[in-house]
């Protein structure tokens, strides 16, 4: 009985031991992590970011502990860069800021930071709406048009990062039809590139490109026979017309255009936004031109050739626009945010205003 008595003694202590030394071996990974306080931003490859304790790290998968989503794995193999959160450039008044999908654009213009797979978003404005999707880590397409559905534009965007954070390149496109106005003849594009510095938060970005416009229409024009012609008793005379066979007249724009945009945070849910674009435009149309010759109180009417033919050679009026689209970004949320700009035109000729205001919604 005693035998017995001291074996099942043993017996129970030995579980008890085993048992131990299997509670302290899983403490240090389980328990001991969380009495580090550090914060720390996962970055994954394919954008998307996680901010949490680092509860455990066995080399192959990172165990985070985030505020949202409670407890998350991931690969190690999946993660571009982990590091501690900075408490003055990451964190201000309590609240985190990282990347925001409504960072990826000023007014008009975008910058070289790209839209995170599953964060998709619709700006809609005074004019129009438009709507952007990420179908990659680095190319994003977008939909944008009035609210007569005319004009129509898709716009394309490709970012790559440096090994330097803080600087970023992409080029960009917008490919545009007239849609039902002009029976879908017109078309035009703008293409661009861009490099930008700094994060998402603070950055300034640089961009030139070339955009053009034609209407679309094929017409043989009409004008006047060249020639002189006197006016009798102050009537203007008669002038016989000629038509210009195979001139292929329509409308063309073409124009390099110079922009300059940034943004930086002014506030917990502020930002300062500044959008300009320098446009060097050209205009191409057939057309006749005329003097007036006076004579003793009289006037005769000189017409000259027409000259129709390469680009160089035809109609071309020159005029440069200058754009410039301060303004404010209020974000209400991660989901929206409320921007308003105080655009203005200004060219050689006219300046009027062209206020803004615009919706943002995540997606």
């Not at 945070?265 to 959008?275: E, P």
């Not at 191409?284 to 000189?302: A, H, M, R």
Request: overall charge positive; aromatic content about 14%.
């Amino acid at each position: 009985m005693k035998t017995r008595t001291l074996f099942q003694m043993c017996f129970t202590l030995a579980l008890y031991f085993f048992g131990s030394q299997s509670v302290f071996a899983q403490t240090p990974s389980t328990t001991a992590p969380t009495t580090d306080t550090t914060k720390y931003l996962v970055v994954k490859n394919d954008g998307n970011e996680y901010v949490g304790l680092i509860l455990s790290d066995d080399g192959r998968e990172v165990l985070i502990q985030t505020t949202s989503l409670g407890k998350i794995y991931i690969p190690k193999s999946d993660i571009k860069s982990m590091r501690p959160l900075d408490l003055i450039e990451d964190v201000k008044k309590g609240e985190f800021n990282s990347a925001g999908v409504f960072t990826t654009r000023y007014q008009f213009t975008t910058n070289c930071f790209p839209i995170k797979k599953g964060e998709n978003y619709a700006m809609v404005n005074l004019y129009g709406p438009e709507v952007h999707f990420a179908v990659h880590k680095d190319f994003s397409v977008g939909v944008m048009s009035t609210w007569i559905g005319s004009p129509l534009a898709l716009a394309l965007k490709y970012t790559r990062g440096t090994p330097n954070p803080k600087i970023n390149y992409g080029a960009g496109a917008l490919i545009g039809t007239s849609g039902y106005l002009n029976s879908g003849r017109g078309f035009g594009g703008l293409y661009w590139g861009m490099i930008t510095y700094g994060d998402r938060r603070t950055n300034v970005t640089l961009s030139v490109g070339y955009g053009h416009f034609n209407d679309g229409n094929s017409y043989n024009p009409t004008v006047y026979e060249p020639g002189t012609y006197v006016s009798l008793d102050g009537f203007t005379p008669y002038i016989p017309t000629v038509d210009l066979p195979n001139t292929n007249g329509r409308f063309v724009a073409r124009a390099p255009i110079i922009g300059l945009a940034g943004q930086t945070k002014v506030g917990k849910k502020a930002s300062f936004i500044y959008d300009c674009m320098f446009i060097m435009g050209r205009t191409k149309e057939t057309e006749q031109t005329f003097d007036y010759i006076y004579d003793n109180g009289g006037w005769s009417l000189v017409l000259q050739q027409v000259v129709v033919g390469p680009w160089s050679q035809g109609f071309t009026d020159e005029q440069n626009l200058f754009i410039v689209m301060p303004g404010m970004r209020f974000q209400r949320s991660d989901s929206k945010a409320f921007q308003i700009s105080l655009a203005g035109v200004i060219t050689q000729d006219i300046s009027f205003p062209l206020p803004m205001a615009s919706w943002f919604y995540k997606f």
